[in-house]
């Protein structure tokens, strides 16, 4: 018999987008081929996927993999690789880089440092500014540009759009979707004066709920206005949740494992700065309110937000510490450990993962196993008990908030473009990941 399939994943529990079903899925030329029953015969590599569930691809649309600029916390090589490893097959990168990504060149220096580094998939938010208006305008035959990032409340990097008409322009003008990071920065300076020094429990007092509502009913107001797409990026509060539920026509919303999985006090009395981030997780009336929106719809998105830093800028006193979390390689992971303790359906998960950030974004040929789709695929054992620590963290900074965390489900090899990325919880030392097509 002919070779047909350059790779089969046989008798895989394979979710078809009504749910799962035990199948093969024959792949050639980096796309799939079949999905059926097909004779392992019938290609010469053959991975045996029983006992596991097959998903499309996971894509984790919020990282900052620091480079240009940090290559001491992180690097596309590195970061790319620990997606890989927690089974994400593409990454969305954010442009706070040194220098910003706010313009043509340093997009391209982007794409051009990428290529034939990356492990996984990758696109590139364009930064915005409030002098960069013209270059907007253009981003939508920009190849390789997920959207633009704005952000309206200062974090870390320089990048700020503060003026309410320049927010209001560069909504009314991108002819792609503007990702927001949702923080008043009015409200931000003004309330500095909450700050303990010492005290990384204030960091939560100070970036309030108050600073996120303010901002999130602003940037909403002028999607509305001017009938464009916003994607609010690390929603955190209970507050917004109640108010996007309902202010849904022109806006998508994402939340992150950290806020799903930590709260506040206890995760700045267990961790101290190891939790701070921007903005920062709230306490146990807002965590379960994110899971409500989670549930019910409002939530469309989970984004891990990785932001590292190195382990000595985070354990500086409060608040010269840092703020971000890794979280590209934990994402996942975390996910599946949720998905096992029934706080969601895996069908849920892939829904948030994997489906809705091609619907959002326009990723073409991914987010599905179907025939002539990109063969993008994460593999996973719902029933692995794993133990994340720092030692297995491939980011170059090397540590996790979640480190001598149990769970259990783990992502356990990853597909990219057809190819074998990792294959039990194993990188293959080459790189595959290409940019992808909107």
């Known amino acids: 018999m002919s070779i047909i399939y350059d790779l089969i994943i046989k008798n895989g529990n394979c979710f078809t987008g009504k749910g799962f079903e035990e199948l093969d ?56 690789k620990a997606a890989v490893l927690g089974g994400i097959t593409a990454i969305f990168e954010m442009p706070n880089t040194n220098p910003t990504t706010d313009n043509f060149e340093r997009f391209n220096d982007k794409l051009k440092r990428a ?77 500095k004066k909450l700050i303990k020094e010492g005290d990384v429990r204030t960091h939560s007092i100070w970036r309030d709920v108050e600073v996120a509502i303010t901002s999130t009913k602003k940037v909403v107001k002028f999607a509305n206005k001017h009938h ?42 267990q961790l101290g700065t190891l939790a701070q981030m921007n903005p920062p997780i709230r ?41 971000g979390l890794t979280g590209v390689q934990t994402m996942l992971p975390l996910m599946l450990d949720h998905v096992n303790n029934r706080r969601l359906s895996l069908e849920k998960l892939v829904e948030l993962i ?15 196993i179907k025939e002539n789709f990109i063969a993008d695929l994460t593999l996973i054992d719902m029933n692995l008990n794993f133990e994340i620590t720092n030692k297995w963290i491939a980011s170059r900074c090397g540590w996790t908030a979640f480190d001598g965390k149990k769970i259990k489900g783990m992502p356990v090899a990853t597909i990219i473009n057809g190819n074998v990325a990792s294959l039990d919880m194993q990188i293959i030392d080459k790189k595959f990941g290409d940019k992808l097509i909107f």
């Open 115 to 191: 290529k034939g580094r990356m492990y996984c998939n990758y696109a590139f938010y364009f930064g915005a500014t409030e002098n960069n208006l013209d270059l907007i305008k253009r981003v939508e035959t920009l190849e390789g540009c997920c959207g633009v990032k704005m952000f309206v409340g200062s974090s870390t990097g320089t990048l700020l759009v503060k003026k309410n008409e320049a927010i209001e322009a560069i909504i009314k003008t991108s002819p792609k979707v503007v990702a927001i990071h949702s923080e008043d920065d009015d409200l931000l300076q003004i309330k």
């Open 228 to 269: 464009k797409k916003i994607h609010i990026l690390h929603v955190s509060s209970k507050d917004e949740m109640v108010f996007l539920k309902d202010n849904k026509k022109y806006v998508t919303v994402e939340t992150t494992p950290q806020f799903l999985t930590l709260f506040a006090p206890d995760c700045y009395e």
């Open 354 to 368: 994997s489906i809705n950030p091609c619907r959002i974004f326009g990723i073409k040929n991914r987010g599905q």
């Open 283 to 323: 306490s146990k009336e807002h965590h379960d309110a994110l899971w409500v929106g989670l549930l019910n719809g409002t939530v469309d998105v989970l984004g891990s937000d990785h932001a590292p830093h190195t382990l000595t800028e985070k354990k500086k006193k409060y608040p010269e510490s840092p703020s």
């Open 25 to 80: 899925i024959g792949i050639r030329n980096n796309k799939i081929l079949k999905v059926g029953i097909i004779p392992k015969e019938n290609g010469d590599n053959v991975v045996n996927a029983k006992g596991l569930h097959v998903i499309p691809g996971a894509i984790d649309t919020q990282v900052h993999f620091r480079e240009p600029g940090n290559p001491d916390k992180e690097d596309l090589e590195s970061g790319s």
